[in-house]
């Protein structure tokens, strides 16, 4: 079975300052990895996904991930965050060869200060 | 509305009282997922359906858990019995149909979700 792990459970940054948010995950075949993002108060969102294109993957607010296979890595990252970006970010992988569920890490609360 | 629709969005419910929960996928979307959240984790899975079909369970979906899509249009998620420790989050999402494993069949739409509270 694949799982997700996210190392930083609580970041906080100033504004304009860099991100990058740690994720990897356990499975031996090929998978779809995904970011969510839930804003304060809001329903998960999907930041951005990555399905066996270009392992750079950009997405929605400036976002990006980068999937490394060797490393089973997918961090997400942001050259110059905003408070606006202050929200809970999600990982997920699906194998893509079968099974229906998609598996979530812990998150990590990122905090923006002004 | 095009998004998914979850209903109620709070419950408040004495230990032993069953609840049940309404999802509403997107329309096109005939794959539907129940997920749950409680303070400090990512959603777990509980159930999936194709269509009116239910596909899988997870384990964490005990008996007192039952959950149906009678039409393969909304999906109903009933909890018996409850207890403190289903207190949480029950997060609907739905996706498009397709080969699964491959392109939009994964991206998976969440409602916001109905807040489960057991006293």
């Known amino acids: 079975a694949q799982s997700v792990s996210q190392h930083n459970h609580h970041v906080i940054l100033s504004e304009a300052a860099s991100l990058e948010l740690g994720c990897n995950y356990s499975?031996?075949?090929?998978?779809?990895l995904f970011w969510y993002v839930q804003y304060p108060g809001q329903h998960l969102q999907l930041l951005l996904k990555y399905f066996s294109e270009d392992p750079l993957v950009k997405g929605i607010k400036g976002f990006e991930a980068e999937f490394i296979k060797s490393k089973f890595s997918f961090n997400l990252r942001k050259p110059s965050v905003q408070w606006s970006d202050t929200a809970e970010y999600f990982c997920?992988?699906?194998?893509?060869?079968?099974?229906?569920?998609?598996?979530f890490g812990t998150g990590t609360q990122l905090k923006v200060e002004l | 509305d095009t998004g998914v629709s979850q209903d109620p969005r709070h419950k408040i419910t004495k230990r032993g009282q069953n609840v049940t929960f309404r999802c509403d996928p997107i329309?096109?979307?005939?794959?539907l997922y129940w997920y749950r959240q409680t303070l400090g984790q990512g959603p777990e899975f509980l159930t999936y359906f194709q269509n009116e079909a239910q596909l899988e369970k997870s384990r964490l979906l005990s008996d007192r858990f039952s959950a149906e899509r009678p039409k393969g249009s909304f999906s109903t998620l009933e909890i018996q019995r409850t207890e403190q420790g289903d207190s949480a989050m029950y997060l609907c999402?739905?996706?498009?149909?397709?080969?699964?494993?491959?392109?939009?069949?994964?991206?998976?739409?969440f409602g916001a979700g109905s807040r489960l509270t057991v006293l």
């Open positions: 329309s096109e979307h005939n794959r």
């Open positions: 997920a992988v699906i194998p893509t060869g079968g099974g229906n569920k998609l598996t």
């Open positions: 499975y031996g075949g090929t998978v779809n």
């Open positions: 999402a739905s996706s498009l149909p397709g080969v699964h494993g491959v392109g939009g069949a994964n991206v998976l739409t």
